[in-house]
């Protein structure tokens, strides 16, 4: 195996990669919250996952992935710095489109699985449901109970800081002093002994009593809710990973992963709760996507900018072209997304496509030169190096590029790309020979448009070119003249 290396946000340094065990790696990465559908943020660091779990593979080790579905728990104060306040977001959907909780997970679960698998993000060895987990939970709770690391108050159980030094170990202290600064200002659960307690049980009503229709308006009941040890409730949103995590993949994992979002609230606390109940560290590497960005800015629901996978095939580009567009950043940049840059990588994607089809239907294998095998073997050398440093998939692609155009024989390019896109994931290996047809109608307007350039009137040229381009073809003009594709281009 060459050697891999990552940056571990636990060091805030980039470490050679050495698994655990040699025979396998053990991978969590925090999974979608299924009360609505993803946005394109959060499918790039599932896609920066994936292209993790794909470099590895291709190395030679064998992953064990898991995956969580955050169905439960997760509530909205997440949003304002504390993950103990507000509501429960799969409660709060089901009350918005008027079904169950139960009904919104399945719902966008199942969406979840096939946004997946449009943007060829691999399955996980295991996909797993918080609410499936339940006892799994209560136990681990049971667990940091008997080592005294946590108090019951009204309102549910929670894991107590003070018992726990190493606390805020993974942000550093000027994430601890960051959230102590922004805390000021929130409205704290009266009874919390410390502001960064946070909840491993949280009770439907006050004691964990149950329902009692005497006194409980009934569109407050939950539909999600469990007896425990403690009183009726449900889990707290970090206990789910920690449970689920050291029952498929043992006490201390090899990589655990998610958006940077995660280090200080939610990654933060899942250290504290399994190293607290083990007493063995619990994550060897910890690695941590940046955001995706959108126009420069911050996206959000309220801001109209959350794209969803939905959105992005609703306007004409396939869910590959955006995955091209996250292959263009490394995972530890932020990515600013603009419809232009995903349009500019979808034609990037259709010819990247062209090339690798021209190479597929010409046969040009000779007996290679010692020069170009050796060219070949670099090739393939530097691709290697470019994704075992820390995962530089940009570097990865332009070592495709420039394969694809080089000089070597064009079975050695097509074998380069079909390798090489084990890891990149666009589907090359698809790409067949599909004749598009233009449109009459937009021949003529082509042909209208080459009389008006050729008369100067560039303006109006434009517009043609847009009008063009909103009937779903791009056009490039080039010295052999106007190259026309359709914007979704052949697969
Ligand atoms: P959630 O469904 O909210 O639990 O988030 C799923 C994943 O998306 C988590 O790993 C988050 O850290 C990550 N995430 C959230 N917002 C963004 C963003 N704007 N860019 C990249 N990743 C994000
Ligand atoms: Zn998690």
Known sequence: ?????????????????????????????????????????????????????????????????????????????????????????????????????????????KDFLESREKLNIQTPEHFVRATDHIEDQINLIKRLEEKELTYVTKMGVYFDVSKFPSYGKLGGQKMIDKRAATREELK???????????????FSYPGGRSFDSAQDDAASRRHMEWDSPWGKGFPGWHIECSAMSMKYL????????????????????EIAQSEGATGKPFTKYWLHGEFLKVDGGRMGKSLGNAYTLHDIENKGYEALALRYLYLTAHYRDSLNFTWDSLSSAQIALNKLREQVLAAKTQITRTLLSTEKRKKVDDYSIRFVNAVNDDLNTPQALAVL??????????????????????????????????????PEEIRKLLIDRDKLRLEGKFEESDKLRRSIEEKGFTLEDTQAGTVVRPLRGSK
């Open 250 to 269: 043992g006490e201390t994992l090899d990589i655990h992963t998610g958006g940077v979002d995660h280090i200080a609230i939610h990654h933060t606390n």
């Open 401 to 438: 590029w420039e394969a694809l155009k080089s000089n070597i024989p064009s079975e050695d390019k097509y074998d380069l790309a079909l390798s090489f896109d084990e890891v990149l994931g666009l589907k090359l290996a698809e790409v067949q020979d599909i004749k598009v047809e233009i």
């Open 188 to 202: 704290e659960d009266s009874e919390k002994k410390n502001p960064f307690d946070f909840a491993l049980w949280k």
């Open 1 to 109: 195996m060459v050697d891999i290396f990552l940056t571990n946000s636990l060091t805030r340094k980039k470490e050679k990669f050495e698994p655990i065990n040699r025979q396998s790696v053990g991978m969590y990465t925090c999974g979608p919250t299924v009360y609505y559908y993803p946005h394109i943020g959060n499918w790039r660091t599932f896609f920066f996952e994936d292209i993790l779990r794909r470099v590895l593979i291709y190395n030679g080790c064998q992953v064990v992935q898991v995956m969580n579905a955050t169905d439960v728990g997760h509530l909205t104060g997440d949003n304002v710095g504390d993950a103990d306040l507000g509501e429960d977001r799969m409660e709060a959907a089901a009350k918005r489109e008027g079904k169950t909780a139960w009904d919104i997970a399945n719902f966008y679960i």
